[in-house]
């Protein structure tokens, strides 16, 4: 039971790592992650802060791995053009750009008050 557990995780981070190597848009989604975490840090973000940034950031990195999931299955089922094949991908890269434009909207209204602050009142 524990071994299967330890397995499942360790397919999981090799679906993580795939995405990593493969797609351009996760590593940069990795890398504004990381300048809004370490923007959090300095800015001092209270604790409700900290948890809709980390879901809003999980919501994009999950989005982002269904979207190569898909994209994944689509080619192995269609590896022809079609049209359903061209709407089931462009429909699951919306979903990702949904989720990163909010995810803009929520940096902003979380960071850019204490940002502000931090900018008109000196360091």
Do not use: C
Not at 9 to 35: E, K, P
Not at 50 to 63: C, E, H, M, R, S
């Amino acid at each position: 039971m524990i071994a299967a557990v330890w397995r499942s995780f360790g397919w999981a981070f090799d679906g993580i790592g795939y995405a990593w190597r493969t797609q351009l848009n996760f590593r940069i989604h990795a890398t504004i992650a990381s300048v809004v975490v370490v923007a959090a840090l300095w800015l001092r973000v209270p604790p409700r802060d900290w948890a809709v940034l980390a879901l809003t950031i999980g919501v994009v990195f999950a989005l982002e791995l269904l979207n190569t999931a898909i994209e994944a299955l689509v080619d192995l089922v269609s590896p022809e053009p079609h049209h359903l094949a061209r709407i089931a991908k462009d429909a699951a890269a919306g979903a990702v750009m949904i989720a990163a434009i909010s995810a803009v909207f929520v940096g902003i209204f979380i960071l850019g008050p204490p940002l502000w602050l931090r900018l008109t009142l000196g360091m």
